[in-house]
């Protein structure tokens, strides 16, 4: 659609608020679950099937989901520093975004119609199955067969992953 313009070459001095997000995301988790999932590809573990992908949703959704939602709570409860060179205010930007009056600025949060908000909510929410339904509802009945708990943590989840492709491959499931 923009062909050219949709990025530029060069530093990115004027984009210094996303390269720190971005360089935050990685830092705090983005760069472990790319080796922990690499991991698994190169052992041999992810194929890349449809199965392989509805096991991976199952196992890791909900630890992600988490973790993501952590990571957008420490960026935005975090202090932005004063800068002398900087336009922009300093503060914490939920607080920033909240109460902008508190920085002499606009509100500039666009009135949209509710019906349409709900049915991006509905389209775009964490659902209460993380797969599709058939797979969530063989994994949960193994799960209980075999007593496995729910993981609490990527290593967890892993180790139910291997198990699951396991026995579905047993079942010849694939």
């Not at 336009?87 to 949060?109: C, K, M, Q």
């Amino acid at each position: 659609m923009f062909g050219n313009k949709s990025f530029i070459y060069g530093t990115s001095q004027c984009n210094q608020r996303i390269e720190s997000w971005w360089s935050m995301l990685r830092k705090h988790s983005a760069q472990f679950w790319m080796n922990l999932f690499q991991g698994l590809k190169e052992d041999g573990h992810f194929t890349g099937s449809a199965l392989d992908k509805a096991l991976i949703q199952f196992c890791f959704l909900g630890i992600l989901q988490e973790e993501l939602d952590q990571i957008v709570y420490e960026w935005n409860t975090h202090s932005i520093s004063g800068s002398r060179n900087a336009v922009s205010p300093r503060g914490r930007p939920v607080i920033i975004f909240e109460l902008p009056e508190l920085y002499h600025t606009t509100n500039f949060l666009c009135d949209f119609d509710n019906q349409l908000i709900e049915a991006c909510e509905r389209e775009c929410q964490y659902f209460k199955m993380p797969c599709e339904t058939d797979i969530y509802e063989l994994c949960k009945i193994l799960m209980n067969e075999k007593n496995i708990e729910i993981p609490q943590d990527a290593y967890a989840a892993a180790e139910l992953y291997l198990k699951l492709k396991s026995t579905f491959l047993e079942f010849n499931i694939n």
